[in-house]
């Protein structure tokens, strides 16, 4: 492990922490459109490794605090991962927020709504509604990575 990247984990982790107070609540869950920007940027800049341990510490850290819910696990972990594999695989910032928009509106609602909520929270939700709910979070999320990955290039802090 290099000290800089652990240094950009620990920065991200705070970011998410920071801004987890502005969230989107749709029925049990809170969506956090920060969260899934710094998945992005971690994907990006760190790759998914770092991506998932990041959305995973974040979560830890949100639940304590009690400003996230369970859902935060599959629907931030699964979404980095993806983001992570994809820009490892093509390089391209687009197609990273693609991953972590299919990671976490997709693959993250379905298991939230089969698994996490009914096993460890004791309710049902509807799977439409965490789709569509993950879905407004997660784009937005991974707009704003792509456009602060472009400012952050053009700033000469990181570099394809």
């Known amino acids: 492990m290099k000290t800089r990247d652990v240094a950009r984990a620990v920065i991200l982790v705070a970011i998410a922490v920071a801004l987890s107070p502005v969230f989107i609540p749709v029925g049990i869950s809170k969506c956090f459109p920060a969260q899934h920007m710094v998945n992005v940027l971690a994907a990006v800049m760190l790759g998914p490794f770092y991506a998932v341990a990041i959305a995973a510490v974040s979560a830890v850290i949100r639940n304590i605090l009690g400003l996230g819910t369970v859902l935060a696990f599959p629907g931030g ?47 049902t939700m509807a799977l439409a509604t965490l789709i569509i709910a993950f879905s407004v979070s997660t784009v937005g999320g991974s707009v704003i990575a792509i456009l602060a990955l472009h400012l952050l290039r053009k700033a000469g802090i990181w570099k394809p």
């Not at 910032?93 to 993250?108: D, K, M, P, S």
Request: charged share 10%; hydrophobic share 60%; aromatic share 8%.
């Open 77 to 123: 972990m699964i979404g980095a991962f993806l983001a992570g594999l994809a820009y490892r695989a093509i390089k391209n910032i687009y197609v990273a927020g693609l991953g972590e928009v299919i990671g976490t509106g997709l693959l993250g609602a379905l298991a939230s709504a089969w698994i996490v909520a009914p096993l460890l929270m004791g309710k």
